[in-house]
């Protein structure tokens, strides 16, 4: 899938989205970036192909880094040793909430981090770019999309209880919410407003398929939740 533009936008949007939901995501902001600062920043040229591909001046997407590199590490993988561990490995199920809410095209994406002498993790999510089926703005739903690699962070989910408070956190919040963390979003990201307007319509009408595509998760062939708690429902 070729980058669009719009990843930018879906970065932000979903960021702001999962914030809301009471999920740990970087700080996010719309930055503006320079030329003076890329002419003086030989990062911000990259090298695809054997081709040097220099950055371009205008608003770009910036998100915080986790935790200030002088007072902690972060690690894009940890031994699934380690998942015990992370302080906040519950999250995994409010994100997974949150990436079949915004049908993400792209496996889960965390980091882990640890301040010095701290024993603990805590996960924060990244990558929210593949959003909203990347700059397809489109909903192709599938089992294994938007899932973490490693069934270790959702193995303790033994029922819909797991998924509190962030569940009902997606399926309560209002049209005017979703519009606010919309708002802000620089158009050259994405084009018409009228765009962005179906997109906030698409995923008021999708709060309420939340739990049908995690269940659908659930039945794949990953059998994600070996705890999940068969509850017997009573005839009469």
């Known amino acids: 899938m070729d980058c669009h533009r719009r990843v930018l936008a879906n970065e932000l949007l979903a960021t702001r989205l999962a914030e809301r939901a009471g999920l740990p995501v970087p700080h996010a902001r719309v930055v503006e970036v320079r030329e003076w600062l890329i002419e003086n920043t030989p990062e911000l040229r990259m090298q695809l192909g054997g081709k040097v591909t ?26 699934e040793s380690l998942f015990e561990r992370v302080r906040n490995i519950a999250d995994f199920a409010g994100m997974l909430c949150v990436d079949k809410w915004t049908c993400n095209a792209n496996g889960r994406q965390a980091v882990f981090w640890r301040r010095v002498r701290e024993r603990k993790y805590t996960a924060t999510f990244i990558d929210q770019g593949y959003c909203f089926n990347a700059g397809e703005w489109s909903f192709p739903d599938s089992p294994l999309r938007g899932v973490y690699a490693r069934n270790e962070v959702y193995k ?57 595509l995690i269940s659908e998760f659930r039945k794949s062939s990953r059998e994600p939740f070996p705890n999940w708690t068969k509850v017997a429902v009573a005839v009469n």
């Open 54 to 79: 220099t950055c371009e001046p205008g608003l770009q997407f910036g998100a915080r880094f986790v935790v200030d590199p002088l007072e902690g590490q972060v690690f894009d993988y940890i031994a």
């Open 156 to 212: 303790d989910i033994a029922g819909w209880e797991w998924f509190e408070p962030w569940l009902s956190a997606i399926e309560g919040m209002s049209e005017s919410s979703i519009a606010q963390c919309a708002d802000g979003v620089p158009p050259e990201w994405y084009g018409d407003w009228q765009d962005m307007e179906r997109l906030i319509e698409q995923l008021c009408k999708r709060r309420g398929r939340i739990r049908e």
